[in-house]
């Protein structure tokens, strides 16, 4: 396939970037973390959706390299962000991973070595993971994860709510963030099925001692309610899009 090779090339010869979208404590308004979000831009300038070259990367094996590329840029970052700082800036990276990356990869490994590389403390990092990976190894998951959480990472589930995995699974795992899907935000104040899914997951959190993320948050209007319901965190346009790294380290400086 041509994209393969173009994505091999691409991950080679630093066409691919990550973008950083703030993460919000909802009550203050203040950065909390960014979520690093990869960006592929050709050599003819034309950007590529991770929604694209994604499952590309899993199905060809490359999401390997992506993943460790993407792993080592996200602390290299948090290490140059400091260095301006003058100190700890203050912020997380959270740093998505997929399931395949997590079954075909030693991730706890890899964020070792990126910690050790550049100095940064594993308690500066994220780890975001989906439900399918849970489903697709469940015991390999669960070491990756506790390894994770030995180098003081958070650990956040990702897009909580649309998987298919069965519940038990938080109880298990160390967890410490869910994520509750954009598509039970979007529209939940006109829609009373929303806002209770959104409640339950809520309640769900508390009762488990985890904090929550709501995504796509667009207007004010959204954040004010989900902080009125108990949600910790919140991401979404109304807050800030994907950034490239020289913005988002401006907008630390200007929002904290
Ligand atoms: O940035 P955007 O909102 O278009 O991202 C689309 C999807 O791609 C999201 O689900 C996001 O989790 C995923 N994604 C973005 N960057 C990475 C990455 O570095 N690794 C993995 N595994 N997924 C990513
Ligand atoms: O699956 P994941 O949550 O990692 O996906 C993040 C994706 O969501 C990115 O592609 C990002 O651009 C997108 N996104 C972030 N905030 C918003 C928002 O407020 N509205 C919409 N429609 N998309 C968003
Ligand atoms: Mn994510
Ligand atoms: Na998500």
Redesign the pocket.
């Known amino acids: 396939f041509a994209i393969e090779t173009e994505l091999r090339r691409a991950i080679e010869n630093g066409c691919m970037t990550l973008n950083f979208q703030p993460i919000c404590d909802l009550a203050s308004g203040r950065i909390t973390s960014f979520e690093?979000?990869?960006r592929w831009t050709t050599e003819e300038g034309v950007a590529i959706?991770?929604?694209a070259f994604?499952p590309v990367a899993e199905e060809s094996g490359l999401?390997v390299p992506?993943?460790r590329w993407?792993i080592d840029e996200a602390a290299r970052t948090l290490a140059e962000w400091d260095a301006r700082a003058g100190g700890d800036c203050g912020v997380k990276i959270a740093?998505?991973?997929?399931a395949i990356?997590l079954q075909r990869d030693h991730i706890g490994t890899l964020v070792k070595a990126a910690i050790d590389r550049y100095g940064v403390a594993g308690s500066r990092f994220t780890l975001e993971l989906t439900e399918s990976a849970i489903v697709t190894d469940p015991d390999r998951i669960a070491r990756t994860m506790t390894a994770l959480k030995d180098l003081g990472t958070t650990l956040a589930m990702?897009d909580f709510g649309t998987g298919y995995s069965n519940l038990a699974y938080l109880q298990k795992l160390p967890i410490d963030v869910l994520k509750i899907d954009r598509s039970f935000v979007t529209g939940m104040l006109a829609d009373r099925d929303k806002i209770a899914i959104i409640r339950a997951i809520l309640s769900l959190a508390s009762a488990l001692g985890m904090q929550t993320t709501a995504e796509g948050i667009e207007t004010v209007e959204l954040a004010q309610t989900l902080a009125a319901l108990g949600c910790t965190y919140g991401q979404g346009y109304y807050y800030a899009r994907?950034l490239v790294g020289e913005d988002a380290f401006a907008l630390i400086g200007t929002r904290n």
């Open positions: 690093a979000l990869a959706s991770p929604n994604i999401i992506l993943g993407a740093v998505n991973l997929s990356q990702d994907p």
